[in-house]
């Protein structure tokens, strides 16, 4: 069904499985195959809630680097074609967020890095939580790119506008104590428990959330 990534259920659990290590990077398979999991597969599930992870020591690098650039090329030199970058970013950030529509909770369970496109598509989960050693940040404006999967929309409404373009035009990385200050992340643990940890708050937020986060 799946070659980068990996859907299976547990105890009524629904875990996402980013599925192509070691560092599960976001080539367009994986976005093709999310599109999917998103679209076709998820609002057919009986779940109580959804956990996001990494297969090995990392969430996910990120989106390919010289597949956006490939793409973004490709519309200098293709007649019409410049609308193609904005066609692919305005896609996967439209289902990226979507998971906001879910009318179950939705956790990110973060290991090791976590860094652009993974940290857009772990910020539009409903709660983080990270390995003590995870390395986070939006490393994009290093590259001559913008953040493309939601960043510069969801960043600045989760700690301002100053803060947010700091973070992104400096494309620094971060410590998850950095971000659980800013309100980034809700909880860190130590890596080995982030599975287990993440797995028993989607059960345990998954009894009310319905009925109270999606009424906020």
């Not at 409903?126 to 969801?154: H, M, N, Q, R, S």
Request: net charge negative.
């Amino acid at each position: 069904m799946f070659k980068v990534l990996h859907w299976y259920i547990k105890n009524q659990i629904g875990f996402l499985e980013l599925s192509n290590p070691p560092s599960n990077p976001m080539d367009p398979t994986f976005f093709e195959e999310f599109y999917w999991w998103r679209t076709e597969i998820i609002e057919k599930e009986n779940v109580e809630a959804i956990v996001i992870h990494g297969k090995g020591r990392h969430f996910s690098s990120g989106a390919v680097l010289n597949d956006l650039l490939g793409i973004i090329s490709r519309s200098h030199t293709q007649e019409g074609d410049i609308n193609k970058i904005s066609k692919f970013l305005n896609k996967n950030s439209q289902i990226f967020y979507s998971l906001k529509e879910l009318n179950i909770p939705v956790i990110a369970a973060v290991r090791g890095v976590c860094l652009g496109s993974a940290f857009e598509l772990a910020l539009c989960c409903d709660y983080i939580i990270c390995g003590e050693k995870a390395v986070l940040g939006l490393p994009e404006t290093t590259f001559g790119l913008i953040p493309g999967c939601t960043g510069t929309y969801i960043l600045p409404k989760l700690v301002g506008e100053s803060l947010a373009m700091e973070l992104i035009l400096t494309g620094d990385t971060f410590t998850p104590f950095r971000a659980k200050e800013w309100g980034l992340v809700q909880e860190i643990v130590s890596t080995k428990e982030v599975l287990e940890e993440a797995t028993t708050l989607a059960k345990k937020l998954s009894k009310n959330f319905n009925h109270v986060f999606k009424s906020i």
